[in-house]
């Protein structure tokens, strides 16, 4: 990197909780012990940091020695489990302050686990943890919707080379995201339509 250069963050990526617990594959781009690693999504997209709203339904503290907190929060589609400690202070706080349920927006980096069994766990290392209102959280689902059915029709695309990773990776059917995505969206209108 030249000394003008400024390094700049990853997009966060908006991905649902059901398409984010079916990744497992990361990657990086480069030999570079520092390179950024990548968790491939089963549509086809590389994430280094990810974009997520929804429910926090439970907190807990499951550090023995220091604090290390626990969040598992929820979108129309599955559950993400966060993890922040030490090294995530401002996150952590945030996890410690908030009192379930409450909506929350995250932006964190996925990380990667191999249980005993050899079956990968993935999760989140917040980055931010920030209360947001039932409006954001409505918003987010549908964007997250369209990007997720943007991914899909671009699947096939010999010239993406994600796409195409995740076909050798993934024995996935990318239409199984389409159906999540248009289901998340219609429990937006079912809320809507309870609410009125």
């Known amino acids: 990197m030249s000394s003008n250069e400024i390094p700049t963050r990853e997009v966060a990526r908006r991905v649902f909780a059901q ?27 590389s994430a280094n940091r990810v974009f997520l709203v929804g429910t926090l339904t439970e907190k807990e503290d499951v550090g023995e020695d220091n604090e290390y907190w626990r969040g598992r929060i929820v979108d129309p589609t599955g559950t993400f489990f966060v993890y922040a400690g030490q090294y995530q202070p401002e996150a952590a706080s945030a996890l410690r302050d908030l009192d379930a349920p409450a909506y929350v927006a995250v932006v964190g980096k996925p990380r990667t686990y191999e249980t005993d069994d050899g079956s990968i766990n993935v999760s989140v290392r917040p980055e931010s943890i920030t209360e947001v209102d039932a409006a954001t959280r409505d918003r987010w689902v549908t964007e997250t919707a369209a990007k997720t059915l943007d991914r899909i029709a671009a699947f096939d695309d010999e010239g993406d080379e994600y796409a195409r990773m995740a076909r050798e990776h993934y024995d996935l059917d990318p239409e199984e995201y389409k159906r999540a995505a248009i289901a998340a969206l219609e429990s937006l209108e079912q809320a809507d339509e309870l609410s009125a």
Do not use: C, H, M
């Open 19 to 45: 398409e984010f617990n079916d990744a497992g594959y990361t990657f990086k781009e480069s030999d570079d012990e520092r390179a950024p690693v990548y968790l491939l999504l089963p549509t086809g997209e």
